[in-house]
DNA sequence: GTAAATTGTCACCGGTTCTGTGACAATTGA
DNA sequence: TCAATTGTCACAGAACCGGTGACAATTTAC
């Protein structure tokens, strides 16, 4: 993994959201405009609120909206957001301790080799925002 | 996931090539060195056969061995041989059509992204050769 | 105060992938 | 001829993911 089709769904119902930020979306309607089932873009959308970025208001006419300006929320926010897993994750739980050398060595080698890279991805997606990916998908404006 | 476990079985099946390149290394034995079951040993060096890194030879007294010096296998040749899937997956085939234009147009524009940070990472894969490996974990040599 | 709408969250099912393992044909050298 | 070895397949078990439904908690409207 990997990013799964989290990232993408996120940033979909957000793309919703930005597109009109005069109220609250409830799951309903971010569902029909992209297609994702309702339950899935309240547990993303959870997420997001949980950082921050997001404002989830429950009841009648709640719903969810943007608690910032798209132009300052960044890709990597969002990524770690609801990635939990590393993209480049590598089990070591079966590197049999003492026994074999060879493969705890080798391991070690790649988790830091890993955690380099995820720090690179990172750096990468820091500098794409909301309103950066608005602009080069040219969003239908409704 | 996503890389995988393969990535460090080759690496380690490959050190103990390395370390002694003096005749052929049956898979029984890379497995005593680290722990890997020698068909899955089989299995992934025939992989890096297939590519050029490894010549293996059968029958009576075969065995795998290194096809050329370590210097020059590059970590990312090892990895685009084991690794059939890209590091960023992102499945579009339930992006649906014209129903739902936002997320196909979301979608496209991850995968370029995603294909942009893959060749991000193998050009830093290919400046460590197995050599430069060899050297950080200090094989402890047979 | 009652009812409706909405989020938050959990549980379950089905599919896919990965790993470990065994088995056996094909091949090669003694 | 026989033993050793690779190449390859098949199978089971585990883990993960996506899709879905259900329901409690919460908030507004009336």
Redesign the interface.
Known sequence: ???S?K??TA??AL??LAADRGGAHSSESISR????HPSRVRGILAMLAGEGMVVATRGFSGGFALARDPRHIHLQEIYCAVEE?K?????VT?A?GT?????S??????LS??AD?QV??ED?MRD?TLAD?LR?????QS
Not at 87 to 91: N, S, Y
């Open positions: 993994m990997s990013a089709t990232l993408s940033v979909q793309c919703v405009a992209t297609g994702i897993r993209a480049f994750h590598l089990d079966r049999g026994q074999y050398p060879l493969p060595r080798v391991n070690g080698w790649f080799l890993f890279i690179q991805i990468r794409i990916i080069h998908i040219r969003l239908p």
